[in-house]
């Protein structure tokens, strides 16, 4: 069975950091992209970041420069480090896996931002 469970998440003020963690099992890790995607009220989710099986990383434009996505397939974890954070990244996260035509989420987790 694939799981991907992240943590990590909570209520945190403007300007403040926080590090999402994503521990996959039930999948060959290292050979997923592996993302995290974001979802506030009333709106799309969104990307936030990728970081494909080889290392690669791709941001949100709304992240760019705060926000870093990681890998550490010894331990099947994906990590968002995310800093300076304000109340537009007030979302659910949630974790994703990709490898050819299959595609998997997370639960999600709660980041909540106070002004």
């Known amino acids: 069975q694939i799981q991907l469970v992240e943590s990590g998440g909570g209520l945190v003020q403007a300007g403040g950091s926080l590090r999402l963690s994503c521990a996959a099992s039930?999948?060959?890790?290292?050979?997923?992209?592996m993302g995290w995607y974001r979802q506030a009220p009333g709106k799309q989710r969104e990307l936030v970041a990728t970081?494909?099986?080889?290392?690669?990383?791709n941001y949100g434009d709304s992240v760019k420069g705060r926000f870093t996505i990681s890998r550490d397939n010894a331990k099947s974890t994906v990590y968002l480090q995310m800093n300076s954070l304000k109340s537009e990244d007030t979302a659910v996260y949630y974790c994703?896996?990709?490898?050819?035509?299959?595609?998997?989420w997370g639960q999600g987790t709660q980041v909540t931002v106070s002004s």
């Open positions: 994703n896996a990709k490898r050819r035509y299959n595609n998997y």
């Open positions: 039930g999948l060959l890790f290292s050979f997923n992209d």
């Open positions: 970081i494909t099986s080889g290392g690669t990383s």
